[in-house]
């Protein structure tokens, strides 16, 4: 897996390449905004770790530039910003921004778990193209929308088959409510939907606490 570290700080940048090297992470460190900038335009990367402050083109620029040419990649916004308005920048009006924001100081440990963590949800997430995907003891069927658990199928009502089904297929990301509801009540007109009392039905019948609510938004599924 290579790696572009986007940071200004030029002894930090060396621990953090240095460290990275250390756990078999090929890296490249670049100190510049726009040489970063045209680095991205002309090579591609599995993981980019950008701090926000640079010279001449700032973190959040580079964002768009990596979301537009590769969407799929890892984004850590690496920064000793703790603005709201930076995290909000940073994350994205749509949520398509960095996939993670990690504040200075932080622990080389946590870098390393953040990376493999997204790396596998990535992963996931190719695989949802295919017509399965198995995550610890549970297996989806994407054309039925039935669940076996440890090999049995799950008694689950259609409206919880349709939720689980956006869910899994942006495993990891969070969904919109209003995506959710469009989805699994296939545009039908209600004055309230009974989202909330959904989830919790189908989290009920999930052998583990995969949901999880984001909080004026929508939800996710991912693995705790």
Known sequence: MNILLVEDDKQLGRVIKKTLEAHNYEVKHIDDGEVAFNDILENSYDVYLLDINLPNIDGI???????????????????????????????????DGCDEYIKKPFHAKELILKIEHWKKIKQNSCDNDVEKIKIDNLEFDFDTL???????????????????????????????????????????EKKEYPL????????????KDYITSVVGIGYRFDQK
């Open 146 to 188: 039935d669940l076996y658990i440890d090999g049995k199928l799950a008694n689950l009502r259609k409206k919880e088959k349709r939720l689980l089904a956006i869910l899994l297929k942006n495993y990891g990301k969070t969904v919109k409510k209003e995506d959710i509801i469009s989805y699994v009540w296939e545009g039908e």
């Open 61 to 95: 620029k580079l964002i768009k530039l990596i979301r537009h040419k590769k969407p799929d990649a890892i984004i850590f916004m690496v920064t000793a910003s703790a603005d709201i308005e930076d995290i909000q920048k940073a994350y994205g009006e749509n949520y």
């Open 196 to 207: 909330r009392q959904l989830v919790s039905t189908l989290k009920d019948k999930l052998p």
